[in-house]
C-alpha cells in the first residue's frame, strides 16, 4: 500500500476527532460572560485535548514522511493509534462535564497513555520497516520524550486519585513537553 493512502485516512479520521470533540461545545443559555463560567471546564477540556490531537497529528505527519513503505502490521498499528485518539473525545466529555472528577480524569489519563503507547508501537514498527540507520531509525532514537510521556501519564493516572488537579497538571505538562513538534526527523532531511 501506498503511505499516501494511509496519511490521508489518518488525516480524515483525525479531522473528524476534531470536529466531534468541538461538536460537544454547547453554546451558553445566558447572553453576557456570566454565562460562560459553568462552561469553563468543558472549554477547558476540549483546549487540552484539541492541543494532544494536533501534537499526535503533526508527529504522525513527521513519522510517516520519513517512512518509505508501509506493511500490515503498520496499518494494524496506525488502526491502533486512531482507535485511541478517537476515544480522546468522549474522555474530554465525560471530564469536562463532570468538573474533573477523579474518575473521568483517571480514564482521561488512560486514554492518552494507549494513545501514546499505540503511536510508540507504530514508530517502533516503521523503525524496524526501515531499518536502525534510515531516517527514521536515527531520528527516533531511543525516544527519551516518548518514555518520560509514558511514565508521567502513569504518575497522572496514579495522581487523580489523591487530587484530579494534580493529575491534570501532569497532563498538561506532557502536552507542553510535546507541544513544539518532534523536529528530530526535520533535522535530518535538511541536515
Not at 108 to 131: D, H, N, Q
Request: proline share 5%; charged share 15%; aromatic share 12%.
Amino acid at each position: 500500500m501506498e503511505k499516501g493512502r494511509l496519511e490521508a485516512f489518518s488525516d480524515g479520521v483525525i479531522a473528524i476527532i476534531i470536529t466531534i470533540m468541538v461538536l460537544e461545545l454547547k453554546a451558553p443559555h445566558g447572553a453576557d460572560l456570566v454565562a460562560l463560567k459553568p462552561l469553563a471546564p468543558v472549554f477547558l477540556s476540549y483546549v487540552l485535548s484539541f492541543i494532544y490531537v494536533a501534537i499526535y497529528w503533526t508527529n504522525h505527519h513527521h513519522l510517516l514522511q520519513a517512512a518509505t513503505r508501509v506493511t500490515g502490521p503498520i496499518l494494524m498499528a496506525n488502526l491502533f493509534l486512531l482507535f485511541w485518539l478517537s476515544m480522546i473525545p468522549f474522555a474530554t466529555g465525560w471530564m469536562g462535564e463532570n468538573n474533573f472528577a477523579r474518575f473521568p480524569v483517571q480514564i482521561y489519563g488512560a486514554v492518552l497513555l494507549a494513545s501514546a503507547l499505540a503511536y510508540s508501537l507504530l514508530a517502533w514498527l516503521l523503525v524496524r520497516s526501515e531499518g536502525p540507520t534510515s531516517i527514521l531509525g536515527r531520528a527516533i532514537g531511543r525516544d527519551l520524550k516518548g518514555k518520560i510521556s509514558l511514565v508521567l501519564y502513569l504518575v497522572g493516572i496514579a495522581a487523580s486519585a489523591i487530587n484530579p488537579a494534580l493529575a491534570m497538571a501532569t497532563y498538561v505538562l506532557v502536552a507542553v513537553i510535546w507541544f513544539v513538534p518532534d523536529l528530530r526527523i526535520e533535522r535530518l532531511f535538511r541536515g
